[in-house]
């Protein structure tokens, strides 16, 4: 609800420059659902950001009414694919047939691809066969406070 209340990327400039944070180390998520409301606007605010040197990342793809005039008219770099692709027993073969799709559409429009809620090495390895390299999940790591994370993956105590 960002993008309607604020200027979103004066906003996120003028800190980078506050606290001398390169532009192209942060990306900026925003849902599938907040882009539908007004497209042309939030494909100038995309335009906008992209810029200032941020990369943009489409959350939870397919989560909602997913449209594909939303891939055409918002030029994000990262579709992030939402876990409802992944989990559940039911309608497999449908699912994997989207989710392959959604993979090499997203290839085929220079946009990397990452799936969320990825829990399992099987599932790693079944989107690595439909050509996604790029997971976020339980399987890698849960939510931590930031000290635990830094300990894990930096050495820091």
Known sequence: TDFYHLDVPALLGELCHRYGVDTARLRVEITETALFDDVEKQSRIVETLHQAGFKVEID???????????LKDIHADVLKIDMGFIRGKSNLRRSRIILES???MARNLNMAVI???VETEKQVQ???QLGCNNFQGFYFARPMPVADFETKYFGKS
Request: charged share 20%.
């Open 102 to 104: 959604v993979i090499e």
């Open 60 to 70: 939870d793809f397919g989560k909602g009414y997913s449209s594909l005039s939303l």
């Open 126 to 128: 079944h989107l690595q």
């Open 115 to 117: 799936t969320e809620g």
